[in-house]
């Protein structure tokens, strides 16, 4: 044959030319190439490393995640480094999918080459070349039928990849873990405490006491209406005549009897407590509001005046000055008021996180009930037992309010009145008390009165950031009992101690394996480093050269090329790059004029394009 012979022929006339003619390697190259085609023998079958080297490589990170997910399990670990392992776990997400496809792949086309040189079907054969990505096994499977044991192998192993990024994501994960507790609670004994405390005392100027009230008259609708006072006390709801468990959930907006809420020490310093707590409270019942017009024997100024009462129940008189347009008109509200107070017994719930400095937390009272008890529980403070006690203290109220000009309304005009957006303008507000609805108003002296009686008792507590059980001088053989009682600084306070129950969080983060996507993860790996392994071995049984996948594979014996000196040993590797120049079609390679056509692949030069108007064989 010439090898001489112009390619650019007639059409339908074979080219030939020489084979370095097409060659584009550098000379090293070339004679390795064609040093292999003057051996003209296939190349012997050798275990190859390096697909078995690339394989392990790409198995590494996937190999010490799995292993420092067995090293997190159960540990502490910080923010920082959970954030530093979520990011190994995004990259491996990521990389997964990319690293699995690339060697099972591989794999695969490495498979689909050693059965063909032993002879296998072509539909089983198109199934191994047709399963080198997700898709692509999928949509092979569908296209041929071919829901056999094969297929639905190569379907489970490339399953495998989306499921194993998934795995990777989700088998470790780091929380605050919750453990249960009984902790031991204090909180403020309202009636053991009052018996401390003498009737003269209320007398007394109490500036801290004082303030402390004063604020909580003077906070938002909103801190009103909360179940915690403003420094995360929980307030008791007024019960009425409430002898059955009363669930605050649902009941709508409860009114709460005072203010300042019951101190409640040794909460879980991150978690929720929940315990029964047994209190009380001063219920006020007004009735006969009405405005008498200028009442001189009110010129005194004193709201609340004492009228008759035993150690169960009193009866107070209530005055106060009316305004119009922030000035006194002369006029005056008065009514009657009797007063009891109300044992409760409450479920209380307190939630307390780390970044809450408050000891008491937020709470709630989420059910409550009267308590029906003795009569003991039932007596009412000293301070109401005698006109003179009561009288004293109560001109203390109102020396607590903060100076305004006499002529007016002052801050317990304006609670009772039930205006707080009053407060910045004082000199507009309109008050008439004896227009309230007498329930509205009866709840508002309960508040009045209880908190000013809260910040008497407790003030030293109420607004505590760092006192804690323990740091309380314990009297009586078990702090578990509830009718222990907790003295405090000489005897200015007494504290019930009760056992609560909790959930407390831990202050650090801890991580977990979710054992099932754990095993699906190690799954995926071992499938990916099998995977490299076989394909070492596949390599070293293989004797032919490799042509499956290759485009340089449709040259090989085919009429259309006739080159000199290339022989079948060569690899779709090496034929590609002896070829690398050389231009082909898939078109019309001949035939005679008016005849029908042949549709193959050969020389551009040799090829025209098809045609819509030919008939084609």
């Known amino acids: 044959m010439d090898t001489t012979t112009h390619p650019d022929q007639a059409r339908g006339q074979r080219s030939f030319r020489p084979l370095s003619h097409y060659s584009r390697l550098s000379s090293t190259a070339e ?5 292999r085609i003057r051996s003209n023998t296939p190349s012997p079958g050798t275990l190859s490393w390096r697909p078995l080297a690339v394989g392990l490589l790409a ?26 392992v979520q990011i190994a776990i995004k990259v491996a997400v990521t990389l997964f999918p990319f690293c699995f496809a690339v060697v099972v792949g591989h794999t695969a086309q490495k498979v689909a080459q050693l059965r063909l040189e032993h002879g296998a079907p072509v539909s089983i054969l198109q199934q191994w070349m047709g399963s080198t990505t997700v898709f692509s096994a999928i949509a092979t499977q569908l296209t041929l039928r071919s829901f056999n044991p094969l297929g639905l192998g190569l379907l489970c192993v490339w399953t495998l990849s989306p499921v194993g990024a998934q795995a990777a994501l989700r088998m470790l994960s780091a929380s605050f873990r919750t453990t249960s507790s009984s902790p031991v609670l204090a909180y403020l004994n309202v009636t053991a405490t009052s018996r401390l405390l003498p009737a003269a005392s209320l007398s007394y100027p109490n500036t801290a006491a004082d303030q402390m009230f004063v ?51 040794g909460l879980l310093e991150n978690g929720n407590t929940t315990a029964t707590v047994t209190t009380s409270y001063l219920s006020f019942n007004c009735s006969g509001l009405r405005t008498w017009q200028n009442y001189s024997s009110f010129a005194s100024g004193q709201a609340l005046t004492y ?54 937390g937020d709470c709630t009272i989420t059910s409550a009930m009267v308590k029906d008890g003795a009569e003991e529980s039932r007596l009412l403070p000293e301070v109401f037992h005698n006109a003179d006690s009561f009288n004293i203290s109560a001109w203390s109220i109102q020396n607590a309010m903060p100076p305004i000009l006499g002529h007016l309304p002052t801050v317990m005009d304006i609670f009772m009145a039930g205006s707080s957006s009053s407060y910045t303008s004082f000199g507009t507000a309109n008050i008439t008390l004896s227009e309230l609805d007498p329930t509205v108003f009866s709840h508002r002296l309960t508040q009045l009165v209880n908190s000013f009686y809260m910040a008497r008792l407790g003030y030293q507590f109420v607004a505590e950031s760092s006192l804690s059980v323990p740091s309380i001088n314990i009297t009586g053989s078990s702090a578990a009992r509830g009718s222990d009682i907790l003295q405090y600084q000489s005897n200015l306070a007494q504290f019930t101690v009760t056992r609560g129950r909790g959930l407390e969080q831990e202050s650090v983060l801890r991580c977990s394996v979710h054992w099932a996507w754990f095993m699906f993860f190690l799954l995926a790996t071992l499938v990916l480093i099998a995977s490299s392994v076989v394909t070492s071995l596949v390599t070293a049984r293989s004797r032919g050269p490799e042509i499956l996948g290759f485009i340089s594979t449709l040259t090989r014996d085919n009429p259309n090329f006739e080159f ?27 035939g005679k004029d008016g005849g029908p056509g042949s549709l193959d692949i050969g020389l551009t030069s040799s090829t025209t394009r098809s045609r819509p108007d030919r008939e084609y064989l």
């Not at 067995?70 to 480094?81: D, F, G, H, M, V």
Request: aromatic share 8%; net charge neutral; hydrophobic share 40%.
């Open 215 to 265: 604020a909580s008259l003077v906070t938002t609708s909103r801190t009103e209406q909360s179940s915690t006072d403003l420094w995360g006390n929980v307030k008791i709801p007024i019960l009425g005549n409430q002898t059955t468990w009363m669930q605050s959930a649902g009941q709508g907006d409860p009114v709460y009897s005072t203010l300042i809420g019951l101190p409640v020490l």
């Open 307 to 360: 009228l008759n009462g035993s150690s169960l129940k009193a009866t107070v008189f209530w005055s106060s000055r009316n305004y119009k347009g922030g000035f006194i008109d002369g006029d005056y509200t008065v009514g009657t008021c009797s007063v009891v107070s109300v044992p409760i017994e409450a479920s209380m719930s307190c939630s307390r996180t780390s970044d809450i400095t408050s000891v008491q």
């Open 59 to 84: 198995a590494v990170p996937f190999v010490l995640l799995l292993i420092a997910a067995l090293a997190l399990n159960n540990r502490a670990i910080s923010t920082s480094a959970w954030s530093a």
């Open 564 to 590: 000199s000196k290339i022989p079948s040993t060569l690899n779709g590797w090496d034929r590609a790059r002896l070829l690398g120049d050389v231009s082909i079609r898939f078109g019309d390679v001949g």
């Open 31 to 35: 004679v390795d190439v064609l040093a």
